[in-house]
């Protein structure tokens, strides 16, 4: 089955202690993102990743790292996690940022700082 | 730059009555537009898109959307409203002239239908 695949589901830490949000997908598509999703703020990207080695910030990356060393996997890091990234977590992939295409998206991760 | 607008943070309908979700939407050139749904607890998923040609676009689950170029617009419709649509919707936009662009989203519509 085609899918973006995001783990944990859900994740309560404490302030300061790094984590690590995976995301794989199994379409050999180009393009992934991750977006935070935000009471009455809708979906802000954080960061994308254009293909293998190319990423790039989004709107609101202070934070956040990511790297893309696979095709396929495009984890995002928060070496020093703060209240404020408490949030839902979306990671999505497209076959290329250029044309006509959608986004798939994960099945989300909730993350509580606390 | 490219925006989206969902003037309403909620819309409620009574099962069985049509129902429409706004979207107005900015972009410097022209527009390929988008509709997500998501249920509780779930990712989100895809309705439908507007690419090019019939400005009437049927999708998933009997909705469909009307593109009007003129208003910007982009809203979400559907003839006969079921409480199993109730769920939050996303309307995004891509500039098709940019090159290439991200998916702009808006912040989201509550729909609630009663029963």
């Known amino acids: 089955e085609a899918q973006v695949t995001q783990n944990p589901r859900y994740l309560i830490t404490v302030t300061g202690k790094k984590l690590t949000v995976t995301c794989s997908q199994n379409m050999n598509h180009e393009y992934m993102s991750w977006y935070r999703q935000d009471p009455g703020l809708g979906l802000r990207q954080i960061y994308y990743s254009m293909n293998v080695e190319v990423t790039d910030k989004g709107d609101v990356p202070e934070g956040y790292k990511v790297s893309r060393k696979e095709k396929r996997n495009f984890p995002l890091i928060l070496e020093s996690p703060s209240p404020n990234q408490t949030s839902l977590y979306f990671c999505?992939?497209?076959?290329?940022?250029?044309?006509?295409?959608?986004?798939?998206f994960g099945s989300g991760t909730r993350l509580t700082v606390v | 730059a490219q925006s989206v607008a969902q003037p309403e943070d909620q819309v409620n309908v009574a099962e069985g009555n049509p129902l429409t979700v706004k979207c107005t939407y900015s972009v410097s050139g022209n527009p390929y537009l988008f509709w997500y749904v998501q249920y509780p607890n779930r990712g989100l998923q895809f309705l439908l898109k507007?690419?090019?040609?019939?400005?009437l676009v049927k999708g998933s689950y009997g909705f469909e959307a009307e593109f009007n170029k003129s208003q910007t617009s982009f809203h979400l419709k559907k003839p006969s409203a079921l409480v199993s649509d109730s769920a939050l919707y996303f309307c995004a936009v891509r500039d098709r002239e940019s090159g290439y662009s991200t998916l702009t989203f808006g912040k989201g519509t509550m729909l609630l239908v009663s029963p």
């Open positions: 507007y690419i090019t040609g019939d400005n």
């Open positions: 999505a992939s497209s076959l290329s940022i250029v044309g006509r295409g959608g986004y798939t």
